[in-house]
Structures are given as C-alpha cells and as structure tokens.
C-alpha cells in the first residue's frame, strides 16, 4: 500500500481508538471506584496445608526387575539400535547453475 493511503487510514482510525478507550474509561471508572470504597472489613485468606521438606534425600524403592535382567533388557535394546542405525540418514543434493551476462545458462 501506499504511504498516504496508510497515513489516512491510521489517520481516520486514531479517534475512533481514542473514543473506544474514553468510553471504556467512563463505563469502568465508577465500578473501580465502588470497588474501592468498602468500608467493610476484609474476610481471611483460606487456611492453607504447609509440608516442610528435608534434606535428605528418600529411600530408594528396590528395582521391579533383578539386575541381570535390567542388563539384558538393556543390551537387546542396544542390538536393535546398531542394526536400525544405518537407515537412518540424510543426502543432500545440491546443482549450482552458471548464467552469463544475457542470462543464458554456461555451466552447472
């Protein structure tokens, strides 16, 4: 768009914002006010629960598993992951184009 199209619009646009925002102003204003006049005194927060933490750290729960079948599990894992990981991978083609001065194609 044009500069002065963009001028005349934001032109244009500027007092109806500022009206918008005035009677937004008058229409909050006396509820804010209200709001603020309660002479009544406040009621308490809600109780709340207080959990103090240590520093210690907790007991460990035992494994579900034995150990030799933790490392099992684990090394089955890791055959699976060296016979998958040659598929996965990435090529990348590239073709540069060479133009003259007319435009027309020299090389690639």
Same mark, same amino acid.
């Given at each position: 768009?044009?500069?002065?199209?963009?001028?005349?619009?934001?032109?244009?646009?500027?007092?109806?914002?500022?009206?918008?925002?005035?009677?937004?102003?008058?229409?909050?204003?006396?509820?804010?006010?209200?709001?603020?006049?309660?002479?009544?005194?406040?009621?308490?927060?809600?109780?709340?629960?207080?959990?103090?933490?240590?520093?210690?750290?907790?007991?460990?729960?035992?494994?579900?598993?034995?150990?030799?079948?933790?490392?099992?599990?684990?090394?089955?894992?890791? %055959?699976?992951?060296?016979?998958?990981?040659?598929?996965?991978?990435?090529?990348?083609?590239?073709?540069? %184009?060479?133009?003259?001065?007319?435009?027309?194609?020299?090389?690639?």
């Amino acid at each position: 768009m044009d500069r002065d199209v963009i001028r005349r619009i934001r032109r244009a646009i500027s007092p109806m914002v500022r009206a918008a925002c005035l009677a937004a102003a008058v229409l909050a204003g006396p509820r804010e006010v209200a709001a603020q006049e309660s002479q009544a005194p406040m009621t308490p927060p809600p109780e709340h629960e207080v959990r103090r933490m240590g520093n210690t750290p907790e007991a460990a729960a035992p494994p579900s598993l034995p150990p030799e079948e933790i490392i099992k599990k684990f090394a089955a894992k890791e %055959d699976e992951y060296v016979a998958v990981r040659p598929t996965y991978g990435a090529r990348k083609t590239i073709r540069i %184009d060479e133009f003259d001065r007319e435009g027309r194609l020299t090389g690639q």
